[in-house]
């Protein structure tokens, strides 16, 4: 009974932990420090079809020095390839967020690297 019960909470339960990424609208974001600078990224996914989005990035660099700071904006698409959101957004350049440690790298020198807050927007 107990082996049923476990199994009937698991079914109820996929909805909830399908996770961020399968719903049609959801923000990736992320802040890391490098040196002086404090860097900023935020990332928007709109759903075009199963696993690809179009993207807006935001990367923001603050000088903790004396307070100045930039933003660059970039947009761009996604693409869901071997459990990895490969994203290019110019002119900012590529990114890749890895699901699986819930962190962000690329080669995108003004965007934040590292581990990635999700949300929906609501």
């Known amino acids: 009974m107990r082996a049923f019960l476990l199994a009937v909470a ?10 961020v990424m399968d719903q049609d609208r959801w ?3 992320t802040v890391e420090r490098r040196g002086h600078d404090e860097l900023t990224t935020s990332l928007d996914f709109v759903r075009t079809a199963p696993g690809e ?6 990367c923001e ?3 903790t020095r004396n307070g100045r700071w930039s ?3 970039g947009a761009g ?3 869901r390839s071997m459990g990895l959101v490969l994203i290019d957004v110019p002119p900012l350049g590529r ?7 819930n962190e962000l790298f ?3 020198r003004a965007c934040a690297e590292g581990a990635v807050d999700l949300g929906t927007g609501d």
């Open 53 to 58: 989005w179009k993207v807006r990035a935001r």
């Open 95 to 101: 990114l890749v967020y890895n699901p699986g440690n």
């Open 71 to 73: 933003a660059r904006m």
């Open 77 to 79: 698409v996604a693409v």
């Open 10 to 19: 698991m079914v109820a339960a996929a909805p909830a932990v399908a996770g």
């Open 27 to 29: 923000q990736a974001g």
């Open 106 to 108: 690329g080669n995108a």
């Open 61 to 63: 660099t603050r000088d």
